[in-house]
């Protein structure tokens, strides 16, 4: 099938299809993210603007990165030095962005909705790259991404998402890529962050971690912010780590050959101990580098690229063989 | 004024529970029993043929910005919205800028009233200064003023000592104490219903319970003082129970229902269309069916529409950013005709009963009736026409209805305020 979405705003509109057509892409481009001369023409005389509006490290440098080498050329704004904060309009900025002959919007919100919103105004392809806490397809496709690489094929695979689900766009973007793949989704958490509303999206809640981590073969873990506990949302980080940190005896009851992820930022000693988070389990800087094939396919794809053909091979991953 | 002589209409009057076709007849601004000879000669024939005339609606919740915020809308602007919705009495919520706490607001906005307006437009006064909940606001000179009720709006009073003193003082003067149900600490940040749809779409949360506690708050203390204290649009279904179980102690208690809560819910918002963003939010399709059942049942007493007009670029932002509020002057009838007559088999005048006489009461009014001798406020509609509502090209100053563009069925034909032709065949009649 062809490619032919000119915006990637969530992965709950993606088929199966799509989400594959975009791995399949990023294997591609991660092949050439070994060469000696790692750029790729593809998008040479393109203009990306980067319009991140919340604070960003990772995402921003990768998509940065992504665009770079596929040879466009970049434009980075924060929320600190656009005009947003002088009171000027979404509307208004995107439209300036676009008068100025940008080629690709990225954009990081604090507001649910806002790329869905922006790609009705604008006449070029809108990437999300964080919505409120609506979701991160980005993150979302280079996580599943690299459960594939581990494990093969997800289907009936066991994946632990654990945390602030209920404030987390990782989470959502996570959900719904894991459940088109046909992975089992168990989030864990306080009862305040993982409300029952989630399971309408077919996954299993729990605030049990101790049967929720039993055999799984992915966990996900979540940063907890200090404000969620100013809110009243749960009593303190201690608790939080007592009740649902990851440390060594708890990371026991995975599978053997089971993987940790995490988006981050870590918080060290908060949600994870600071050796697992380094341990040989972890591929959580692997998730990071996938991150730039990942984006180098979207934008490739929604510049007009055409994705690479999907073999049933990519189904096969490094455990299964 | 000429007198008029509607013939041959389906004449619907729940309070005199008159219900036939025949002819009605205006005079001085009064409807009568019949015309002399020669007044029927020069009276002026308005054709009923295939229409239902019925007393002027009544909406006892709308937000016509003036003084203020006259970008939105004017009393001028809203009053015409309001004739063409086929009303002729009209409720302003105080919540303008400056709010109206205090008698000088209110003969201003009076003024304004006999300069601008089309329609009867009745102003409320607030509970509390400045809308702050802090200190009672000079309720009495605010009933000498003209309020015909008081209310904070959308600043529902938190203190739950406050409020009962309040209610004790306004009945004093047998003042109705509107409410906007809402405990402002479970909704911080809140933009929609807090549920399924919250969870997928990622926006803050506006859970039922926050707006239960304080409708249960407002039945204690209905009891408690035996002061009367009306709900405005109530959302929840636990509420409407709340209610049905206070009215049947006898409470003096009251509710309204809109017409976009009985006919929308939260699965409206997958888009993140502002024009659905409202307060108290859009809920469940549980809770759309128990407003329904709310009002076949007496437990919620009226219709009335929360017209809340923004500008298109105060609501043309990201969903977070964007005002709470929709028109729905220009919408009410045939919304709730085809929610309420359509698919829920209510019986005709009964509905009109909902927006007619029921709420003139509710405010100590003696309009909502056709009876012999009666303020000639009538409303001429045509319950099958069906037609294309275009915001943009609508009375009222501001766009942002949720109905905007799609094809409704049920059109108000003539509003007569008065004795007085105020709009017909989609014009106003500017005196």
Redesign the interface.
């Given at each position: 099938m062809p490619w032919t979405r000119r915006h990637l705003l969530t992965l709950?509109e993606l088929s199966l299809e799509e989400i594959e057509q975009i791995h399949a892409t990023a294997v591609a481009f991660k092949r050439t993210l070994s060469r000696s001369v790692r750029k790729v023409p593809a998008l040479r005389g393109k203009t990306i603007v980067n319009l991140f509006l919340e604070p960003s490290t990772r995402t921003r440098m990768a998509f940065d990165m992504a665009a770079k080498r596929l040879s466009a050329d970049v434009i980075s704004l924060d929320g600190a030095s656009s005009s947003t904060t002088k009171g000027e309009?979404?509307?208004d900025t995107a439209e300036n962005i676009e008068a100025l002959q940008a080629d690709m919007i990225v954009i990081r919100?604090?507001?649910?909705?806002?790329p869905?919103?922006l790609s009705r105004i604008l006449g070029i392809p809108v990437i999300n790259a964080g919505?409120?806490?609506?979701?991160h397809p980005t993150q979302g496709l280079l996580d599943t991404f690299t459960m594939r690489e581990h494990l093969g094929s997800l289907r009936n695979r066991k994946v632990v998402i654990l945390g602030d689900i209920?404030f987390s766009?990782v989470a959502?973007s996570n959900i719904h890529a894991l459940t088109k793949m046909g992975a089992a989704v168990t989030l864990v958490g306080p009862s305040t962050l993982v409300?029952d509303?989630?399971t309408?999206?077919g996954v299993k809640v729990s605030h049990d971690l101790k049967s929720a981590l039993a055999d799984a073969e992915v966990v996900m873990l979540l940063r907890i912010q200090h404000e969620r506990q100013a809110a009243g949302l749960f009593p303190s980080l201690g608790e939080y780590t007592s009740m649902f940190g990851l440390n060594k005896t708890r990371a026991s009851w995975l599978n053997p050959k089971a993987i940790i992820m995490h988006p981050g930022p870590i918080n060290r000693g908060v949600e994870i101990d600071s050796e697992l988070a380094d341990g040989d389990r972890s591929v959580i800087l692997e998730q990071v580098t996938n991150g730039i094939a990942v984006r180098m396919a979207v934008l490739y794809l929604c510049a007009g690229g055409q994705p690479e053909a999907v073999t049933a091979q990519g189904d096969e991953g490094a455990r299964s063989s | 004024m000429p007198s008029l002589w509607i013939k041959r209409a389906r004449i619907i009057d729940p309070a005199t529970k008159r219900d036939g076709v025949g002819d009605l007849y205006v005079r001085d601004g009064r409807i009568v029993d019949s015309l002399p000879a020669a007044a029927r000669k020069r009276a002026k024939v308005i054709d009923g043929e295939g229409l239902v005339a019925c007393p002027g609606l009544v909406d006892v919740h709308v937000h016509f910005r003036e003084p203020g915020q006259t970008h939105k809308e004017t009393i001028g602007t809203g009053s015409r919205a309001a004739a063409a919705g086929g009303f002729t009495t009209v409720v302003c919520m105080p919540n303008t800028s400056p709010v109206a706490d205090n008698a000088g607001t209110i003969q201003l906005i009076k003024d304004v009233v006999a300069r601008d307006a089309v329609v009867r437009v009745l102003p409320t006064g607030c509970i509390t200064v400045g809308m702050k909940g802090q200190a009672l606001a000079p309720i009495g000179s605010l009933r000498r003023a003209g309020v015909v009720a008081i209310t904070d709006d959308g600043d529902c009073v938190q203190s739950n000592d406050l409020m009962r003193r309040a209610v004790e003082y306004a009945r004093m003067f047998d003042l109705p104490v509107m409410d906007h149900c809402q405990d402002h600490s479970m909704t911080q940040g809140a933009v929609m219903n807090e549920?399924?749809m919250?969870?997928?779409?990622?926006?803050?949360g506006w859970p039922n319970a926050a707006e239960d506690l304080i409708v249960a708050r407002n039945v204690i203390l209905s009891e408690y003082t035996g002061a009367h204290i009306h709900c405005q649009h109530i959302s929840s279904k636990f509420s409407v129970d709340v209610i049905r179980r206070a009215k049947q102690r006898g409470a003096r208690i009251s509710a309204e229902a809109t017409p976009h809560h009985i006919a929308l819910t939260d699965e409206s918002l997958a888009?993140?269309d502002t024009n659905f963003k409202m307060n108290p939010p859009l809920r469940t399709e549980a809770d759309r069916l128990a407003l329904i059942e709310g009002l076949r049942d007496g437990t919620l007493d009226i219709i009335a529409t929360d017209h809340a007009p923004h500008t298109d670029?105060e609501k043309?932002?990201?969903?977070?950013?964007a005002p709470n509020g929709i028109l729905g002057l220009e919408t009410a009838l045939p919304v709730t005709l085809d929610v309420l007559v359509r698919r829920s088999r209510f019986k005709l005048p009964y509905v009109i009963d909902l927006m007619t006489r029921r709420p003139a009461q509710l405010i100590k009014l003696p309009g909502g009736t056709l009876a012999d001798g009666a303020d000639a406020d009538i409303c001429l509609f045509d319950p099958d026409e069906t037609w294309r509502y275009d915001a943009k090209a609508g009375f009222s100053k501001s766009s942002n209805s949720p109905w905007s563009g799609q094809t409704l069925r049920g059109r108000v034909k003539t509003t007569i305020v008065g004795g007085r032709i105020v709009f017909d065949q989609g014009r106003i009649i500017e005196r």
């Amino acid at each position: 099938m062809p490619w032919t979405r000119r915006h990637l705003l969530t992965l709950e509109e993606l088929s199966l299809e799509e989400i594959e057509q975009i791995h399949a892409t990023a294997v591609a481009f991660k092949r050439t993210l070994s060469r000696s001369v790692r750029k790729v023409p593809a998008l040479r005389g393109k203009t990306i603007v980067n319009l991140f509006l919340e604070p960003s490290t990772r995402t921003r440098m990768a998509f940065d990165m992504a665009a770079k080498r596929l040879s466009a050329d970049v434009i980075s704004l924060d929320g600190a030095s656009s005009s947003t904060t002088k009171g000027e309009t979404l509307r208004d900025t995107a439209e300036n962005i676009e008068a100025l002959q940008a080629d690709m919007i990225v954009i990081r919100h604090a507001a649910a909705g806002s790329p869905l919103y922006l790609s009705r105004i604008l006449g070029i392809p809108v990437i999300n790259a964080g919505d409120g806490a609506h979701e991160h397809p980005t993150q979302g496709l280079l996580d599943t991404f690299t459960m594939r690489e581990h494990l093969g094929s997800l289907r009936n695979r066991k994946v632990v998402i654990l945390g602030d689900i209920l404030f987390s766009r990782v989470a959502r973007s996570n959900i719904h890529a894991l459940t088109k793949m046909g992975a089992a989704v168990t989030l864990v958490g306080p009862s305040t962050l993982v409300p029952d509303w989630f399971t309408a999206m077919g996954v299993k809640v729990s605030h049990d971690l101790k049967s929720a981590l039993a055999d799984a073969e992915v966990v996900m873990l979540l940063r907890i912010q200090h404000e969620r506990q100013a809110a009243g949302l749960f009593p303190s980080l201690g608790e939080y780590t007592s009740m649902f940190g990851l440390n060594k005896t708890r990371a026991s009851w995975l599978n053997p050959k089971a993987i940790i992820m995490h988006p981050g930022p870590i918080n060290r000693g908060v949600e994870i101990d600071s050796e697992l988070a380094d341990g040989d389990r972890s591929v959580i800087l692997e998730q990071v580098t996938n991150g730039i094939a990942v984006r180098m396919a979207v934008l490739y794809l929604c510049a007009g690229g055409q994705p690479e053909a999907v073999t049933a091979q990519g189904d096969e991953g490094a455990r299964s063989s | 004024m000429p007198s008029l002589w509607i013939k041959r209409a389906r004449i619907i009057d729940p309070a005199t529970k008159r219900d036939g076709v025949g002819d009605l007849y205006v005079r001085d601004g009064r409807i009568v029993d019949s015309l002399p000879a020669a007044a029927r000669k020069r009276a002026k024939v308005i054709d009923g043929e295939g229409l239902v005339a019925c007393p002027g609606l009544v909406d006892v919740h709308v937000h016509f910005r003036e003084p203020g915020q006259t970008h939105k809308e004017t009393i001028g602007t809203g009053s015409r919205a309001a004739a063409a919705g086929g009303f002729t009495t009209v409720v302003c919520m105080p919540n303008t800028s400056p709010v109206a706490d205090n008698a000088g607001t209110i003969q201003l906005i009076k003024d304004v009233v006999a300069r601008d307006a089309v329609v009867r437009v009745l102003p409320t006064g607030c509970i509390t200064v400045g809308m702050k909940g802090q200190a009672l606001a000079p309720i009495g000179s605010l009933r000498r003023a003209g309020v015909v009720a008081i209310t904070d709006d959308g600043d529902c009073v938190q203190s739950n000592d406050l409020m009962r003193r309040a209610v004790e003082y306004a009945r004093m003067f047998d003042l109705p104490v509107m409410d906007h149900c809402q405990d402002h600490s479970m909704t911080q940040g809140a933009v929609m219903n807090e549920g399924v749809m919250s969870t997928r779409l990622g926006l803050r949360g506006w859970p039922n319970a926050a707006e239960d506690l304080i409708v249960a708050r407002n039945v204690i203390l209905s009891e408690y003082t035996g002061a009367h204290i009306h709900c405005q649009h109530i959302s929840s279904k636990f509420s409407v129970d709340v209610i049905r179980r206070a009215k049947q102690r006898g409470a003096r208690i009251s509710a309204e229902a809109t017409p976009h809560h009985i006919a929308l819910t939260d699965e409206s918002l997958a888009t993140y269309d502002t024009n659905f963003k409202m307060n108290p939010p859009l809920r469940t399709e549980a809770d759309r069916l128990a407003l329904i059942e709310g009002l076949r049942d007496g437990t919620l007493d009226i219709i009335a529409t929360d017209h809340a007009p923004h500008t298109d670029y105060e609501k043309d932002k990201e969903f977070d950013y964007a005002p709470n509020g929709i028109l729905g002057l220009e919408t009410a009838l045939p919304v709730t005709l085809d929610v309420l007559v359509r698919r829920s088999r209510f019986k005709l005048p009964y509905v009109i009963d909902l927006m007619t006489r029921r709420p003139a009461q509710l405010i100590k009014l003696p309009g909502g009736t056709l009876a012999d001798g009666a303020d000639a406020d009538i409303c001429l509609f045509d319950p099958d026409e069906t037609w294309r509502y275009d915001a943009k090209a609508g009375f009222s100053k501001s766009s942002n209805s949720p109905w905007s563009g799609q094809t409704l069925r049920g059109r108000v034909k003539t509003t007569i305020v008065g004795g007085r032709i105020v709009f017909d065949q989609g014009r106003i009649i500017e005196r």
